[in-house]
T-cell receptor, first 111, second 113 residues
Framework: DQQVKQNSPSLSVQEGRISILNCDYT??????FLWYKKYPAEGPTFLISISSIKDKNEDGRFTVFLNKSAKHLSLHIVPSQPGDSAVYFCAASPGNTPLVFGKGTRLSVIA | ETGVTQTPRHLVMGMTNKKSLKCEQHLGHNAMYWYKQSAKKPLELMFV???????ENNSVPSRFSPECPNSSHLFLHLHTLQPEDSALYLCASSQVFGTDTQYFGPGTRLTVL
C-alpha cells in the first residue's frame, strides 16, 4: 500500500503561469515532508521541505503547502520556467526512519 | 570533488556476471542509502547504513549485497541478477539517519541481459 501518492503522473503548464503539484499521504505519523526534482540521467535534487509544525514554506519561486487534516501536500512554482521541466517527487518521513517517496509527477513547462 | 558520486554511470551485464556499483560521498555525512528506481514506480529503498552499520534491508534478494567499509563509501555487489533487476540504482547520503535531507548521486543505469 502506497503511503505517499502522487496521483497525477504528468502536468503541462505554460511558461509564466503557476504549476501546482499535489501529493497525498496516508500515514498520520509523517511529520517531515520534502520535494525533490529530477532531470533525466541525474539523481534527484532536494528542492524544498516542510515540517508538520508549519503549513507553508517559501523559497523563491517555490512554495510548499501542508494541510495536515487533509493529509495533503502541494508544491507551487510561480512563475513556471522551461528549466522547471522535470520529474518532481514528494517524500515524507515520521522521523528516525528513511524517507518514503511518491511515484513522481512529470512537469512540462511549455514556452 | 563534492557531493555524491556514483560509478559506473551505465552498466550492462549478463545474468551470470558479478559486478559492483560504487558510491562515494564528500559531504561528511553519516548515513548512506541505496535506492532502486524502476519505470513508473516509486523510489524503492533497498539498504541503509548509519555510521557504517546496516540498519535497513527492505526484503532485498540476496543477489544484491551491500558493503560499507567507511562512512564515505558504499558498494552494491551484484551477482546472478535477473532481467527485472534492470533499473536506475541511486545512492544517497544524509547527515543524520531518518528525518534529514538526503543528497543523491547521479545513479547507475543497469541493464541485465
Amino acid at each position: 500500500d502506497q503511503q505517499v501518492k502522487q496521483n497525477s503522473p504528468s502536468l503541462s503548464v505554460q511558461e509564466g503561469r503557476i504549476s501546482i503539484l499535489n501529493c497525498d499521504y496516508t500515514n498520520s505519523m509523517f511529520d517531515y515532508f520534502l520535494w525533490y526534482k529530477k532531470y533525466p540521467a541525474e539523481g534527484p535534487t532536494f528542492l524544498i521541505s516542510i515540517s508538520s509544525i508549519k503549513d507553508k514554506n517559501e523559497d523563491g519561486r517555490f512554495t510548499v503547502f501542508l494541510n495536515k487534516s487533509a493529509k495533503h501536500l502541494s508544491l507551487h512554482i510561480v512563475p513556471s520556467q522551461p528549466g522547471d521541466s522535470a520529474v518532481y517527487f514528494c517524500a515524507a518521513s515520521p522521523g528516525n526512519t528513511p524517507l518514503v517517496f511518491g511515484k513522481g509527477t512529470r512537469l512540462s513547462v511549455i514556452a | 570533488e563534492t557531493g555524491v558520486t556514483q560509478t559506473p554511470r551505465h552498466l550492462v551485464m549478463g545474468m551470470t556476471n558479478k559486478k559492483s556499483l560504487k558510491c562515494e560521498q564528500h559531504l561528511g555525512h553519516n548515513a548512506m542509502y541505496w535506492y532502486k528506481q524502476s519505470a513508473k514506480k516509486p523510489l524503492e529503498l533497498m539498504f541503509v547504513y548509519n555510521f557504517k552499520e546496516q540498519t535497513e534491508n527492505n526484503s532485498v534478494p540476496s543477489r544484491f549485497s551491500p558493503e560499507c567499509p567507511n562512512s564515505s563509501h558504499l558498494f552494491l555487489h551484484l551477482h546472478t541478477l535477473q532481467p527485472e533487476d534492470s533499473a536506475l540504482y541511486l545512492c544517497a547520503s544524509s547527515q543524520v539517519f531518518g528525518t534529514d535531507t538526503q543528497y543523491f548521486g547521479p545513479g547507475t543505469r543497469l541493464t541485465v541481459l
